[in-house]
């Protein structure tokens, strides 16, 4: 198969996998909502971002040593299930706060759109899982001897796959329909959301500490 085949193949399973529900797709859709189309943008490339490095961390082993250093591992989901949680709490805690429509000259009173990238890029990076399931892909369709292009053009290509799908949640919830509902029902979707998250990293962290008792228990 050619360079271009294997890519394409690729990008295809990691669409799917970057369409799926999680913590991702919740909070680009709340920010989206209940900030500007901007800030939801810069989450978009803040999940890109992320993808981008767990790819590149794939293809230079990061995986391998987490395979063979199983603690390391587990740190790691212990931390970013932690996150997780803080974060659903923190949202949840904000639910009651109350929030005026957004229009385009107040789009600049709120938070940084940069504030919005780097939350979005450390919920991408909070789960470590990500970057086996791109290191599971890669030995699954990627030849045994790929060509430097291919190993080159992944990275900023599951990029443009991680920005392009969360550029198009950004784009459906920041519409005006949108932000009208969000702001009616602000309390009841803030909460939901922190939920969401905040079960979400429940849920690592509850398969962390499995994990860890079996790796006691050898």
Known sequence: MTTMGVLAIILLAIAVGAMSPGPSFVLVSRISMSHSRIHGLACAIGMGLGGALFATLALVGLVALLQQVEWLYLVLKLAGGLYLVYLGIRIWQGAKVPMTPVS???????????????LAFATQVSNPKTAVVYASIFAAMMPVTPSLALLLALPPAIFLVEAGWYAIVAFAFSAERAQRVYLRWKTGIDRLAGLVIGALGLRLLGETLSSASRLTLR
């Not at 385009?104 to 780097?118: C, D, F, H, I, V």
């Open 104 to 118: 385009g000259g107040e789009a600049g009173q709120l938070s940084s759109p940069w504030r919005s990238l780097g």
